[in-house]
């Protein structure tokens, strides 16, 4: 059964502009594990974000620059220096596995790094655990051997929370199967100065912040992997890093946005991938808000644009 826990909501309400905190620490102690994000923006009322509903913080007024400013400050720990390897990427992450996308007009610093200033905006993704939520597609497909997965769906459909819940169940008893987390965008395991926030198993490895095939390719030459999880496979440089380590024997699972089957074979590098055998199962999620459940599985996925069935 799928358990679903925020992570100690106050390492977030620390950051948000100070007049809020109060109001949005009433909000945590009332809705708790169903709030997904909250949005802040120059101009415009904060806003939480529940699974099907809105809550409008501080009667509708809106947010000044400020304020915004005040908490991007705050997010950065009054060094923004420090953190412009995230900032490059677009995003900070917080103690507790909580990730702030940031908006605002992209520059370059003296070094030549792409940065950001004038802060417009603030999407704080609240961490939620959803631990157990894979149950019922793990004993699907891995009750012969465990191969190779592609979990496949629209956005917030759960692709991410099944794939870690994957990895979990694999690098615990009675699997025990070495797993390495490539965490390019450091979603899977939350990692904070070297301690993952997520749970993650007792045979599982982090490589937080590596673009995915050099962190793939990294993992085969240090890590001696039996899985290797990463999140959003697509481009052409994560498909051939796939395509070099499959004949090792190593079992890659990995997510993609796509709706069916047509829309992945629509992309070569994930028609490639698929006709390589790197997947031997596609998992097509439910759309809407069916979080995490399969719309279909799909086995023999060499042929699966000619001869799609489900098990």
Request: proline fraction near 4%; include cysteine; charge should be neutral.
């Amino acid at each position: 059964m799928s358990m679903s826990k925020i992570m100690d909501y106050k390492s977030i309400i620390k950051f948000l502009p100070d007049g809020l905190m109060r109001e949005a620490e009433e909000v945590f102690h009332k809705f708790g594990g169903q709030i997904n994000e909250i949005r802040l923006r120059v101009g415009r009322p904060a806003v939480v974000m529940l699974t099907d509903q809105i809550i409008f913080l501080r009667n509708n007024s809106p947010l000044t620059t400020d304020e915004i400013q005040n908490s991007f400050e705050k997010i950065c720990g009054y060094s923004v220096y420090s953190h412009q390897n995230e900032l490059s990427n677009g995003f900070i992450t917080l103690p507790g596995g909580h990730r702030v996308g940031i908006c605002g007009s992209a520059c370059m610093d003296k070094s030549g790094n792409r940065t950001i200033k004038y802060i417009s905006s603030l999407n704080i993704r609240v961490a939620v655990e959803h631990v157990g939520c894979s149950e019922e597609i793990f004993t699907r497909i891995f009750t012969d051997k465990i191969s190779g997965v592609l979990v496949a769906g629209p956005p917030c459909s759960g692709k991410t929370s099944i794939i870690k819940d994957f990895a979990l169940k694999l690098s615990s008893a009675p699997y025990y199967k070495k797993t390495v987390l490539v965490d390019e965008r450091n979603e899977l395991a939350a990692m904070y100065r070297g301690t993952p926030c997520n749970r993650i198993g007792d045979f599982c490895d982090v490589l937080s912040g590596y673009p995915k095939g050099e962190g793939i390719i990294n993992a085969v030459r240090t890590l001696s992997p039996d899985i290797i999880v990463c999140d959003e496979i697509g481009d052409k440089e994560d498909a051939d890093a796939v395509c070099e380590v499959i004949n090792s024997g190593i079992v890659i699972i990995s997510t993609v946005h796509a709706c069916n089957v047509n829309e992945l074979y629509m992309r070569e590098p994930i028609k490639k991938l698929l006709k390589s055998g790197a997947f031997e199962k596609i998992v097509l999620l439910k759309g809407g808000s069916a979080r995490c459940q399969a719309e279909r599985i799909i086995s023999d996925v060499k042929n699966a644009d000619e001869n799609e069935y489900g098990i």
